[in-house]
């Protein structure tokens, strides 16, 4: 009883709010019950950890001193010398040393950054597991390709800002396979070089990191976002090619309003990831290595962020130039941004696609296994018959296990499909509403 009259009044009380706002013509479109599962909402777990970064950036930006010019301050004496230290590695000092609670602000910035990449990755291989990216939602995913290229972006250019030598190390190994682009390398040249000095270089990466690429970002956000409401969330992933792929007026008046019962589920969830994000930052504090340029880190080993460490493992095979690891990287990003284009099959789910889900799994151990391996061994050369032994058999494994589950469902989905004699209507099938005798109660239970 008690939750009956609280959601009355809580409608009541929201419902006065909607009036006197207009804010139903605001672009916050109802959602069904069935996507009250966090596995719906990896976007806006994503969407939540780029607001922390915003906000924790912010508030870094009060203290932080984007120069590389020497600086006379107590950090020197701590660094060895009392004034060649940098001041973008002081004023880093001085945030984790001197500021109230800054080194949980800047840990907490640093591993959500780590979390927003990773939330990130979640979110694509999701949505290309269930087949999110077929029409009508192509462009939609399109854009979010992008915003994940970008987002890649945001974590280079703010690698370099500690002004640490090793930051500055990776980032210059990161320049040179950007400069490798093709059109793109020649074009970024002069922009992210500036004057060829440290100081040009560290402003530029400063500007792009807290002004350029948050702008590319917040409009690349809003194209997603406004795509999301125009097409809606995907249905579950079927086998029916004549399903529907958009609520019609009528059903989105039944679902579940976006104010305030939705954005109170994605508040719930954001105030659990800030609250996670505190409690790993205080318990392993973000620690600062030595400045660019100190003469105790000349024998440091170049080791980029974990997100790119894939690719800084890629350069060390032996034959692969940074050319090389360029073209492989732009055809990865060319398969993905057009990858609606190429799977054209009406069906989508995972086991009526073996030939892209062997890729997409393929490429996630691969990733995994080189992510791995440029962390254990990193700048070490490997040979090419150690790359076939080790590379080789996750993409033949993938390979069997796929065409076996896929032979193995198409047999079982062919008996459903013939047990049954009621058709499929083609409706949204939501768990619970469908007929338990039809195809897509069948493929509704299935894809959960």
């Known amino acids: 009883m008690f939750s009956h009259w609280y959601n009355r009044t809580l409608n009541k009380i929201w419902g006065f709010v909607e009036d006197r706002t207009s804010m139903k013509k605001w672009a916050l479109r109802p959602q069904p019950d069935f996507t009250f599962k966090p596995s719906y909402w990896t976007g806006a777990f994503v969407v939540n950890a780029f607001l922390y970064q915003v906000i924790s950036g912010a508030l870094l930006l009060l203290y932080y001193q984007p120069s590389t010019a020497p600086t006379l301050t107590a950090c020197g004496q701590v660094a060895g010398t009392f004034s060649t230290a ?18 949980l602000l800047l840990s907490s910035h640093l591993y959500g950054a780590y979390a927003m990449i990773f939330l990130m990755f979640v979110h694509f291989f999701r949505g290309y597991y269930v087949g999110v990216y077929k029409a009508p939602r192509e462009f939609s995913w399109m854009v979010g390709t992008l915003l994940m290229l970008t987002t890649l972006g945001m974590g280079f250019t703010g690698y370099l800002l500690p002004y640490t030598q090793l930051s500055l190390n990776a980032t210059n190994v990161g320049i040179v396979l950007a400069l490798r682009l093709p059109t793109f390398g020649p074009l970024l040249g002069p922009f992210i070089l500036a004057d060829g000095t440290s100081q040009g270089l560290l402003s530029r990466m400063f500007d792009a990191h807290v002004l350029l690429i948050p ?80 003469v105790a880190a000349a024998g440091i080993v170049t080791e980029p962020d974990w997100y790119f460490l894939w690719l800084f493992k890629l350069v060390d095979f032996t034959g692969v130039t ?105 409706a949204y099938p939501s768990p619970g509403s469908v007929p338990s005798g039809s195809v897509g109660a069948a493929e509704a239970s299935s894809s959960e």
């Open 86 to 103: 940098p001041a973008a590695w002081c004023s880093t000092y001085y945030i984790i040393n001197s500021v109230p609670m800054g080194s």
């Open 215 to 294: 702008v590319a970002l917040g409009a690349l956000l809003y194209a997603h976002i406004a795509l999301f409401e125009s097409h809606g969330i995907a249905p579950p992933a079927t086998s029916d090619p004549l399903q529907r792929r958009r609520f019609t007026e009528k059903e989105d008046k039944k679902h579940v309003p976006f104010m305030p019962h939705i954005f109170f589920y994605i508040t719930k969830w954001g105030l659990l990831y800030v609250g996670v994000l505190f409690g790993i930052a205080a318990l392993w504090p973000w620690q600062l290595t030595a400045y660019a340029g100190n």
């Open 322 to 426: 940074p050319v090389i690891a360029v073209a492989v990287t732009t055809v990865l990003m060319l398969y993905v941004l057009f990858l609606p284009f190429l799977d054209r099959s009406k069906r989508t789910h995972p086991r009526d696609r073996p030939l892209f889900i062997w890729i997409a799994t393929s490429l996630l151990g691969f990733f995994i296994m080189m992510t791995v391996w440029g962390g254990e061994t990193p700048g070490v050369q490997i040979a090419p018959m150690q790359v076939a032994s080790t590379i080789g058999p996750i993409f033949l494994v993938n390979g069997l296990v796929t065409a076996l589950f896929h032979l193995r469902y198409r047999r079982s989905y062919a008996r459903r499909l013939a047990a049954r004699s009621v058709p499929y209507s083609g």
